[in-house]
């Protein structure tokens, strides 16, 4: 069981990267939801968003701080979930994680992944 989180790289201030999180190993209902965290130097881990993988309810949430500027979506034939960063600000730079929860909101997690580093800067 696990997820793997790919797509970190480099991009200058309104820029954009695309995360992706594929799930492998987990039975069909081991997990209500995939969520995108991130933990920068020095500052407690943040929610960034959060999408539900039922097909008949389709939750998506954003932190204040990124919405309008990132969108969550999900391939799930594919077991993956992509997190769209366009508009990068400094503040956007952090490690960021993907984890599967047993809650459709992204409360409890049952399984993180391994993060990826997201650079923004000129």
């Known amino acids: 069981v696990q997820l793997q989180a790919s797509g970190g790289g480099l991009v200058q201030p309104g820029g954009s990267l695309r995360l992706s999180c594929v799930a492998s190993?987990?039975?069909?209902?081991?997990?209500?939801?995939i969520g995108w965290f991130r933990q920068a130097p020095g500052k407690d881990r943040e929610k960034v968003s959060c999408i539900s993988i039922s097909s008949s309810d389709a939750r998506i949430s954003y932190a204040d701080s990124v919405k309008g500027r990132f969108t969550i979506s999900r391939d799930n034939a594919k077991n993956t979930v992509y997190l769209q960063m366009n508009s990068l600000k400094p503040e956007d730079m952090a490690v960021y994680t993907c984890?599967?929860?047993?809650?459709?909101?992204?409360?409890?997690?049952?399984?993180w992944g391994q993060g990826t580093l997201v650079t923004v800067s000129s």
């Open positions: 984890a599967a929860t047993y809650d459709s909101q992204c409360r409890v997690v049952r399984r």
């Open positions: 190993g987990f039975a069909s209902l081991d997990y209500n939801a």
